[in-house]
């Protein structure tokens, strides 16, 4: 497995006050953690946003920076809070008040992957729990921090670009509902963490490569939004979802014969999100 807790893509010229970040697309899994887990190699893999890095990949042309982590979210959630322990799976933890995430298994040490599926058969213990939030979690936290602060120091804000993608299946619940089924849902925590006028410039993106977009339903931002939007300080943090459908084959976890395509259509959505100018948004309340 790589020493390095993430990949952090540099452009030549910073340039874009945009910061794009791949929290879910790491895929190195440790040879410890694959003798530990009863899942399959593909099964493992279902929570995982598989290629989201890839599709985001041409940001350093445009002048933006991409943080992508190299461990998967199996074995540790990037986003989610380090405190999200999960008593059921991690031994020594005691239980505090309702967390839905936590209650569900996928707290910052998951214990399911989609669909509800057991990753372990028995406990962890808390120091191998604490050891993978020191080696991955804090140090790409760490990174990101930085990246949003030169952002701001040199543009006037930082607008977080958190990309993630979601189940087809995930969909139905809104589709029913929708006069077109969403390819993309945006995640701004009901306006808590970005401004009006940056999701609007975000929406207007996508919708302009033919992407029927939505926002807040049914993903409206999870710790990384939570943590890192501050509008009225001009941190703005948008989730970015994308339904894996368009660009891969879901049960096999692979490109599907769109997937160049696709990767085409969102480098012209990238470039538009990259263009977004500090000077031309007024400040947003938060």
């Not at 890095?53 to 979210?73: E, H």
């Not at 807040?216 to 509008?231: E, H, K, L, M, V």
């Amino acid at each position: 497995m790589s020493a390095a807790p993430y990949l952090l893509h540099q452009p030549e010229i910073r340039r874009s006050c945009a910061v794009f970040a791949s929290p879910h697309s790491g895929l190195e899994y440790p040879a410890s953690f694959m003798g530990r887990t009863v899942l399959d190699q593909l099964t493992i893999r279902s929570s995982e946003d598989a290629f989201v890095d890839r599709l985001f990949d041409c940001v350093t042309v445009f002048g933006a920076p991409l943080l992508a982590a190299t461990v998967p979210r199996a074995y540790v959630d990037l986003n989610r809070s380090p405190d999200e322990l999960d008593p059921a799976l991690i031994e020594g933890v005691r239980r505090h008040g309702h967390n839905p995430r936590i209650a569900s298994g996928l707290g910052v040490i998951p214990r399911v992957v989609s669909n509800g599926r057991a990753i372990y058969s028995g406990k962890l213990s808390r120091i191998e729990a604490d050891t993978r939030i020191q080696r991955y979690w804090h140090p790409y936290h760490a990174a990101l921090k930085r990246l949003l602060e030169q952002a701001q120091r040199d543009f006037g804000q930082a607008i977080l670009v958190d990309c993630h993608s979601m189940p087809h299946e995930a969909l139905d619940g809104v589709a029913r509902n929708a006069a077109q089924r969403p390819d993309i849902v945006l995640g701004d925590r009901f306006g808590a963490a970005a401004g009006g006028e940056i999701v609007d410039e975000i929406e207007a993106a996508f919708a302009s490569a033919g992407l029927n977009v939505t926002r807040n339903a049914p993903f409206a931002g999870a710790y990384t939004a939570q943590a890192y939007g501050r509008p009225s300080r001009r941190q703005h943090a948008v989730q970015v979802e994308i339904d894996r459908s368009l660009y891969m084959d879901e049960a096999r976890i692979e490109p599907n014969a769109n997937f160049n395509a696709f990767r085409e259509l969102m480098r012209g959505v990238a470039a538009r999100i990259a263009d977004i100018r500090a000077q031309d948004l007024p400040l947003a309340a938060e």
